[in-house]
């Protein structure tokens, strides 16, 4: 697993999705229940236009009926005059009318100009009221299917709005998850792995390494002359000098090694396929270059070095303490003999 990764991204302030579906389900409900008055409104309008025509049908059989002879006409007249007041149910005005028509149709002396009269103004009542529950029903049908297309568009929308949602919180519990392991796996100030992944790390590969017979070297990094800079210029100076050490070692290492930060001015890296000491070395002394050799800018005003100690497995230990325990010992022989160099376990052993 490499050793350095972005820092995770700061999480852009995001609506609160899940309130404005809800509110939109609520405006859906809304248009529906909306929709359905209209659409009752437009019905009881078709119903007022279908009452009117048959009305004027009544009444228009009631004219055919007066022009018949006098014995035939009583009972088709008396039907014509029941189907209409039928038809003519709450329509007070129109009621009106037809009360006042009823009798000239039965009784004698009774001029046809008045009788025509009275039912020309009735058809013509029932004529208008047709034309305008007719528009009202095309207003109200125009209404209500406007409001069920607004609906369906705001269903839709809810629904995919509801779809993004749920990606947009499988989302972000992914990087939430992500973040936790990196917080839980990473040291927050180098991005480097903390100790606890380390070991961790450190632990497979022996095994591994044990299981295919290969070697693995342990250097133990420890710096020199750091306590100085924290004492005179502060821990956020500190601090960013160790960030910049981070970065110089994480640049030096080679491919397939595991460099992390396990302590407040301690870092370890682990290299796979260690067979060579003079190429340990080698890296060691790069890595000591790197934190202000020649080539190199300073780092601070305040000279910082580093000891480095090495340790092979399995030749100076076998499991993951005491190959640290080997490595920190070498590292301490590298202080011991003027700090700011490398030294092997092997060494530091015949020396004490």
Known sequence: MPDDFDPPRRFAFEFPLGVALFAAALVVVALVIFADAESRD????????????????????????LREPAPAR???????????????????RALTVLDRLAPMTTRPGTSEADTLAALRELRSMLAASAASAAETSRREDERAHGISLAAGLLVSAVTLGTVAFIFAERRQRRRLAQKLEREANHDPLTMLPNRRFFLEWLGYALAQARREGQEIALLYIDLDGFKAVN????????????????????????????????????????????????????????????????????LTDVPVGASIGIAFFPDDA?????????????????????????????TSAESG
């Open 42 to 65: 437009a019905q009881a309008a078709r119903a007022a236009q279908v009452r009117a025509l048959a009305a004027d049908r009544a009444l228009l059989e009631l004219q055919l009926a």
């Open 74 to 92: 009583g009972d088709a007249a008396a039907r014509a005059l029941d189907e209409a007041r039928r038809m003519l149910a709450g329509d007070a």
């Open 231 to 298: 004492d005179r210029f502060g821990h956020r100076r500190g601090d960013a000098l160790l960030v910049a050490i981070a970065e110089r070692l994480r640049a030096t290492k080679r491919e397939g090694d595991l460099l992390a930060r396990i302590g407040g001015d301690e870092f370890a890296l682990a290299a796979p396929n260690a067979r060579d000491g003079k190429e340990l070395a080698a890296l060691g002394e790069r890595l000591l270059a790197s934190l202000g050799g020649s080539g190199q800018s300073r």
């Open 318 to 346: 076998n499991d993951v303490p005491g190959l640290i325990a080997a490595a920190d010992s070498a590292m301490y022989a590298a202080k011991r003999a003027g700090k700011n160099r490398v030294a092997f376990h092997a």
